[in-house]
């Protein structure tokens, strides 16, 4: 069965940093891409950043760029989310997500096919 | 960025009445398209993705469709375990977008 456990969230004063983990079990964490989805309260789903298996490609929405740092280690099955300078509007539930791809003939399709339950990272002074 | 846009953003049904959610991309996504369900304090849970293919164990009453920017998420029968929260999210692009979102709610 898989397994995703967010840790690392908390309450921190606007400017400073976290950092958030994903410890990943029952797959092959060293195959599959990961990702960062947050939610703020009452708010919807945002994608924060995508990391692929080996670690070699990394990619971060606009707001976050500069700021987050996502980073695996799949020695230890081990998803991380530097995250600095952190203003208010960052305050939200963050899930850590495993994508899988399903092809068919030469077409594949992405898509998140299992979620942490999610830690809370609270930004205020 | 791609941006996703569902509609309605709420709607309220009662059991047994069928739904169907609309999700349009601002540019051509193929059929790069998920579906997402989150009920009130979970994580999000697959429905579809590929526009039309039904994640494993997701009963069949859920229908997905659509390529290029329309696309439609399809509950017919509705149960009351489906009233929550559906998300559209597109995998075109490696920077992924979801839509704001579609409540649904017992009337």
Redesign the interface.
């Known amino acids: 069965e898989v397994q995703l456990l967010e840790s690392g969230g908390g309450l921190v004063q606007p400017g400073g940093s976290l950092r958030l983990s994903c410890e990943a079990s029952g797959f092959t964490f060293s195959t599959f891409a990961m990702?960062w989805?947050r939610q703020a309260p009452g708010k919807?789903?945002?994608?924060v950043s995508?990391v692929s298996s080996l670690g070699g490609d990394t990619?971060y929405?606009?707001s976050v760029k500069g700021r987050f740092t996502i980073s695996r280690d799949n020695s230890k099955n081990t998803l991380h989310l530097q995250m600095n300078s952190l203003r208010a509007e960052d305050t939200a539930a963050y899930?850590c997500a495993k994508e899988d791809t399903?092809w068919?003939a030469e077409?594949s399709?992405?898509?998140?096919?299992s979620?942490?339950?999610?830690t809370l990272v609270t930004v205020s002074s | 960025?791609i941006q996703m846009t569902q509609s309605p953003s709420s709607l309220s049904v009662s059991v047994g009445d069928t739904v169907t959610i609309t999700c349009r991309a601002s540019q051509s996504i193929s059929?790069?398209l998920?579906w997402?369900q989150?009920r009130p304090g979970k994580?999000?849970?697959?429905l579809i993705?590929?526009?039309s293919?039904l994640?494993s164990g997701v009963p069949r009453r859920f229908t997905g469709r659509g390529s290029g920017t329309d696309f439609t998420l399809t509950i017919t029968s509705l149960e009351s375990e489906d009233f929550a929260?559906y998300?559209c999210?597109q995998?075109y692009s490696?920077?992924?977008?979801?839509?704001?979102?579609t409540k649904v709610e017992i009337k």
């Open positions: 990702s989805v919807g789903l945002e994608w995508t990619f929405e606009d899930f399903f068919l077409t399709w992405d898509f998140y096919d979620w942490g339950q999610g | 960025d059929a790069s998920n997402y989150q994580a999000p849970k697959l993705y590929g526009a293919f994640h929260t998300y999210q995998s490696t920077l992924r977008t979801f839509g704001q979102g």
